[in-house]
């Protein structure tokens, strides 16, 4: 199985600061076919269900506020919030779909 | 627009059978993988098994294999998981989830159910 392991558990960022989440893969999760990195984040908000924020690594979900980006590939993955906003507070989890069983990351909590 | 609707809360007793559902609508159904992810009180996501409606292929997480079962009926677009005989530790938040498909495999989940609470106690 591949295993997700993010960083940090949890992080307190000012309003207007930057937030850093990291998420590395305990094996490659780029298809060298296509070059795609088979990686999705999802952000959790209490009482709701996970709503989609990237795929691919880094295309942004429709909707998606441009100050969220994903970046990374191969092992390494960073999903960036550049201004954090008080809508933002939530458990953000990474996810690799490159093979089954499809594993997610532990979840990262973001505060004010 | 997409949607899918889940079953609502049970509160079942140990070694009870159950069978949860998820509608899909606003899509053509057998077009899209249908996932179930469990998420333990204050934990987090655990991927339970998918199914692609169009031909049942269905693939199960080692963890859940054979403690559940996964299905679909495309007459009504839903998709089910179900349990024999209920655990304490089966108790939890349930979502089901579509994701795209390609290459004969699932992708990112891009819309998900609002949940089912499993409750299960003596």
């Known amino acids: 199985d591949i295993v997700m392991t993010q960083s940090p558990d949890s992080l307190a960022v000012s309003l207007g600061e930057r937030a850093t989440i990291n998420c590395k893969s305990s094996q490659s999760i780029i298809y060298t076919l296509n070059k795609k990195n088979y990686l999705a984040w999802y952000q959790q908000k209490p009482g709701q269900p996970p709503k989609l924020l990237f795929y691919w690594a880094s295309t942004r979900e429709s909707g998606v506020p441009d100050r969220f980006s994903g970046s990374g590939s191969g092992t390494d993955f960073t999903l960036t919030i550049s201004s954090l906003q008080a809508e933002d507070v939530a458990i953000y989890y990474c996810q690799q779909y490159y093979n089954s069983p499809l594993t997610f990351g532990g979840g990262t909590k973001v505060e004010i | 627009e997409v949607q899918l609707v889940q079953s609502p809360t049970e509160v079942k007793k140990p070694g009870q059978f159950l069978r949860i559902s998820c509608k899909g609508s606003g899509y053509t159904f057998t077009d899209y993988w249908i996932a179930w992810v469990r998420q333990m009180p204050g934990k987090g996501l655990e991927w339970v098994g998918i199914i692609y409606p169009d031909d049942s292929d269905t693939r199960y997480s080692p963890s859940f294999e054979g403690q559940v079962t996964i299905s679909a009926d495309n007459s009504i677009t839903t998709a089910y998981l179900q349990w024999n005989s209920l655990k304490a530790s089966d108790s939890a938040i349930y979502y089901c989830?579509?994701?795209?498909?390609?290459?004969?495999?699932?992708?990112?989940?891009?819309?998900w159910g609002q949940g089912t609470l499993i409750s299960v106690s003596s």
């Open positions: 989830a579509r994701a795209p498909t390609a290459l004969l495999n699932p992708n990112h989940f891009d819309f």
